[in-house]
């Protein structure tokens, strides 16, 4: 066990901690569950402990004790009870980069054996199918099959300018699955020159960043890169944020990477879209790694407004401010709980708008929301920005 997970910077950044705990205020985890524990300084805390009690020789000569293994899990599971929102490094005053910590901590977990044994699930999937849900790579793109018309080709083409890159979640969840199909028919009836890769594509990293396994990442980025390269496209769209990110911050700058809400507002101004009236009352979820994480705000907002008929109100907390869902970070396969108390918060604040749709620009968003929707009988609309889109395309 060593620090080596951490940079240098990053050690730097934790000794300019003011203790304000502004991070602990904005913090949707310790919000659900009044647990301060889960919050940034907290999490800070800890970590210092398990920092200066490694270092070998001069730990020795200090006096000062490794945690035991008990302290370490339980340390630990605060670690993974985050959402990975970055609303702490979005408020911290002394702009600590929280959410690239979180990161090396969860990597620092896995390293020292102290992890949650989901993440040797996501491992083993990852590795043996290529996708984190374990499900057969093969039918990746077998949702184009559920289309109203679905093209003999399956969208997968040799050649084609634009590459859409599904991701794992719109691939495999049927609620999700609408979204990719929201989007091809939006391409097709706007002649985009696109093709999906099928099979072909594999995750794009983010679950491994997410779970610590890093090492995993290099290997999959290659593998999506020569993909792409022999396709001879020029841009990669998404409609999915956590791969957006991931390829903006992770990938190398070779093609140029567009989230769906910046494609559909190019369509719409270029009028290859014409967007029929919808008598809705709309508010917009800022999904956190398109917002504070990419500062994709006005996108969004930008294709709302261009229906007509639509009546778009903004939550109490928006854009920067946007607070977490609950379906970020893979909290949701180590605490559903949380996430559910997480998501139960989230839709109190959207009814409170008087909204009868909320609009996201995410596929994980929209699972989180529609499922509390769903299982708690609220009489609310949870569409994705493609299928709104399409609503308003007839
Ligand atoms: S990333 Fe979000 S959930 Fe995690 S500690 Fe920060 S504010 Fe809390
Ligand atoms: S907001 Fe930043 S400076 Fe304040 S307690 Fe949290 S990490 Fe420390």
Redesign the pocket.
């Known amino acids: 066990m060593s620090n080596q997970d951490y940079s240098v910077k990053q050690l730097l950044e934790m000794g300019a901690c003011t203790n304000c705990q502004v991070?602990a205020d904005?913090?949707?985890?310790?919000s659900a569950s009044q647990n301060g524990e889960?919050?940034?300084i907290s999490?800070m805390k800890g970590l210092t402990q398990v920092l200066k009690g490694r270092g070998g020789l001069l730990r020795g000569l200090l006096g000062r004790k490794l945690p035991s293994g008990e302290a370490f899990d339980r340390f630990s599971e605060t670690v993974f009870r985050?959402?990975?929102?970055?609303?702490?490094?979005e408020v911290c005053p002394v702009g600590i980069h929280?959410?690239d910590l979180?990161l090396s901590v969860r990597q620092d977990m896995v390293h020292s054996g102290h992890y949650p044994k989901k993440i040797d699930m996501i491992r083993d999937n990852l590795g043996e199918s290529r996708n984190v849900f374990g499900e057969d790579n093969e039918e990746r793109a077998e949702w184009v099959e559920d289309m109203d018309e679905p093209p003999a080709d399956g969208y997968i083409r040799d050649k084609a300018d634009v590459v859409y890159f599904t991701g794992c979640t719109s691939a495999y969840f049927p609620l999700a699955q609408k979204i990719p199909v929201a989007l091809a028919e939006i391409l097709d009836r706007s002649g985009v020159d696109f093709t999906l890769l099928g099979e072909a594509e594999w995750c794009c990293g983010f679950p491994m960043l997410g779970a610590g396994l890093k090492e995993m990442f290099q290997v999959f980025m290659a593998h999506n890169l020569s993909v792409i390269r022999e396709r001879g496209a020029g841009e990669v769209l998404f409609a999915c944020p956590s791969c957006y990110a991931t390829w903006r911050e992770y990938y190398p700058g070779e093609f140029k990477m567009t989230h769906a809400s910046q494609f559909l507002v190019d369509l719409i101004k270029s009028g290859r879209v014409p967007l029929k009236e919808l008598n809705l009352t709309v508010t917009y979820h800022d999904p956190c790694d398109l917002g504070r994480g990419t500062r994709v705000f006005d996108e969004p907002r930008e294709v709302i407004r261009a229906i007509p008929g639509v009546r778009f109100v903004e939550l109490p907390h928006n854009r920067e401010n946007c607070v977490?869902c609950g379906g970020g970070?893979n909290l949701e396969m180590v605490d559903a709980k949380l996430s559910a108390r997480i998501a139960d918060r989230k839709i109190q604040e959207i009814r409170s708008t008087g909204a009868d749709t909320v609009v996201t620009s995410c596929q994980q968003c929209v699972r989180t929301m529609m499922t509390y929707v769903r299982r708690n009988k609220i009489p609310l609309d949870v569409l994705d920005i493609t299928q709104l889109i399409r609503r308003a395309l007839g």
């Open positions: 991070c904005v913090c949707p985890a310790v889960l919050s940034a999490r985050c959402t990975l929102c970055g609303n702490c490094q929280l959410k979180w977490c970070g």
